[in-house]
T-cell receptor, first 113, second 114 residues
Framework: EPEVTQTPSHQVTQMGQEVILRCVPI?????FYWYRQILGQKVEFLVS????????KSEIFDDQFSVERPDGSNFTLKIRSTKLEDSAMYFC???????????FGPGTRLTVL | QQQVKQSPQSLIVQKGGISIINCAYE??????FPWYQQFPGKGPALLIA?????SEKKEGRFTISFNKSAKQFSLHIMDSQPGDSATYFC?????????????FGKGTKLTVNP
């Protein structure tokens, strides 16, 4: 069964550093989402991306965050200058169309020191 | 309005028992209600989902009951097994309303004792 993959599985960084989290969606999926989950809390929507542009973003997704699909396959989330409070699991989710299920990747655990 | 309230926060059930997790929502524009199962260190995985045109959906041991007038939906796990021990999240979205983002409940940690 096809699945969403994410790299790295764990990223440790110093506060103020830039990080890039990568997602490889299922091949025929056109909608790409990022969610995050702070330890022990609920999963929260960050941003949605369709047709090479952001379609919706949450208030969490400020100017420090950006997304892109650099090569037509990978989907990336960049955090320009990480803060301690960015420490969380970041999940990529993809789906084919609005009536389809969202498939989640295994997540990247980001630890900001 | 965007919140989905989930209860209980944690649940302990004996093997073979029924696990029941409840969710409530406010936004009547929500039109898709999935339940996700999450094991430690893994991403959420879709378990079962329902749309508001039906009041119940069953897949194996898992059943969603949906009450549109009360704006509530629940997950029932029949014959609960230790392998069902995980965190369960209810969620909602409004796919027809142009926003497919999932709004999650806070999760229920289910423990099924052998």
């Amino acid at each position: 069964e096809p699945e969403v993959t994410q790299t790295p599985s764990h990223q440790v960084t110093q506060m103020g550093q830039e990080v890039i989290l990568r997602c490889v969606p299922i091949s025929n999926h056109l909608y790409f989402y990022w969610y995050r989950q702070i330890l022990g809390q609920k999963v929260e929507f960050l941003v949605s991306f369709y047709n090479n542009e952001i379609s919706e973003k949450s208030e969490i997704f400020d100017d420090q965050f950006s997304v892109e699909r650099p090569d037509g396959s990978n989907f990336t989330l960049k955090i320009r200058s990480t803060k301690l409070e960015d420490s969380a699991m970041y999940f990529c989710a993809t789906f084919r169309d609005p009536t389809d299920t969202q498939y989640f990747g295994p997540g990247t655990r980001l630890t900001v020191l | 309005q965007q919140q989905v309230k989930q209860s209980p926060q944690s649940l302990i059930v004996q093997k073979g028992g029924i696990s029941i997790i409840n969710c409530a929502y406010e936004n009547t524009a929500f039109d898709y209600f999935p339940w996700y199962q999450q094991f430690p260190g893994k991403g959420p995985a879709l378990l079962i989902a329902i749309r508001p045109d039906v009041s119940e959906k069953k897949e194996g041991r898992f059943t969603i009951s949906f009450n549109k007038s009360a704006k509530q939906f629940s997950l029932h796990i029949m014959d609960s097994q230790p392998g069902d021990s995980a965190t369960y999240f209810c969620a909602a979205s409004m796919a027809q309303g142009g926003s497919e983002k999932l709004v999650f409940g806070k999760g229920t940690k289910l423990t099924v004792n052998p």
